[in-house]
Every structure is written in structure tokens, then in C-alpha cells.
């Protein structure tokens, strides 16, 4: 029996791998603590999304997606200090 496709958990499963190689490389520039919340909130969007699919009722369902949007805004967030740390000077 061949599983269903579902693009948004492909996707979220694809985000959390490149998340996870861009925090190594962060990691490796001694970049510790944006690594840490990157990762942790980057592969937290998958989770939610996937555990989503499980979920008791439909409020159960909304609740684990605005979570994953939740994280999604972190992500986010930690992507953008990540841009911004790099590309300013400080003296």
C-alpha cells in the first residue's frame, strides 16, 4: 500500500533538513546560540505540522497549525538576526 502524498508535510520535512545543515554551519562560525534557536524552532515547524495529522478534533487541528505559525514566525525572526549579524560591521 503506497502512502498518500502531502505536500506540506514534504515541504516542512525539506525546510527541517536544510534548517538542520544551515545550523551546522552556523555552528561551525561559532554562531552557538542563534544555531540553537534556529534549529529548535525550524524543526519544530514539521513537528507540529505532522502531529497535526494525528489530531482529535478539528479545534485539536487548528491549534497544532497556529503553533507550527508560531514557530514559522520564530524561524523567522532567528533567519532574519541571522542576515542582519552577518552583513553589519561592528567596530
Known amino acids: 500500500m ?7 508535510l514534504d515541504l516542512t520535512l525539506q525546510f527541517s533538513l536544510q534548517n538542520i545543515k544551515y545550523s551546522e554551519k552556523l555552528e561551525e562560525k561559532r554562531k552557538y546560540v542563534m544555531a540553537r534557536q534556529l534549529l529548535k524552532s525550524g524543526t519544530s515547524i514539521g513537528g507540529n505540522v ?3 495529522q494525528n489530531a482529535e478534533s478539528k479545534n ?3 491549534h497544532k497549525f497556529k ?3 508560531k514557530e514559522m514566525d520564530e524561524t523567522e525572526y532567528w533567519l532574519l538576526l541571522c542576515e542582519l ?3 553589519s560591521r561592528i567596530n
Open 50 to 52: 505532522r502531529e497535526a
Open 67 to 69: 503553533k507550527a505559525a
Open 60 to 62: 485539536d487541528f487548528i
Open 2 to 8: 503506497r502512502k498518500k502524498e502531502n505536500l506540506i
Open 85 to 87: 549579524s552577518a552583513n
